[in-house]
């Protein structure tokens, strides 16, 4: 594998329009070997006998069926609201911190 270097992650930051530091350049560069090392590893062991997975143990998700239930009239609902106009919640407008 090609070995990323200073250069290569000078070039990529400029492309990507990133302002790096030349310290910043040079941990990147370890860094990103790094990265690419474990990457390779990894695909060395990736055989198409393997299956691919996303979780070590499955997932699945839970739902509970959904039944309608009882709901709240409109009266009911607006009962404990400061303003309402009969049918809505009624709510002074918020422009601003002039208010």
């Known amino acids: 594998m090609s070995e990323i270097t200073t250069d290569v992650v000078s070039h990529l930051a400029n492309l990507a329009r990133i302002a790096l530091t030349p310290e910043e350049i040079e941990t ?3 860094e990103l070997g790094a990265i690419l090392d474990n990457v ?3 695909s060395e062991v990736a055989t198409p ?13 839970v739902f ?4 309608p239930g009882a709901t ?3 009266e009911q609902a607006l ?4 303003e309402h106009d009969g049918a809505r919640f ?6 601003g911190e002039e208010q």
């Open 28 to 30: 990147l560069s370890g």
């Open 40 to 42: 390779a590893k990894v």
């Open 49 to 61: 006998d393997v299956p691919a997975t996303s979780h070590p143990i499955p997932l699945f998700n």
């Open 64 to 67: 509970r069926p959904d039944v």
């Open 72 to 74: 709240l009239t409109a």
């Open 79 to 82: 009962a404990g609201a400061p």
């Open 90 to 95: 009624k709510v002074s407008a918020i422009l």
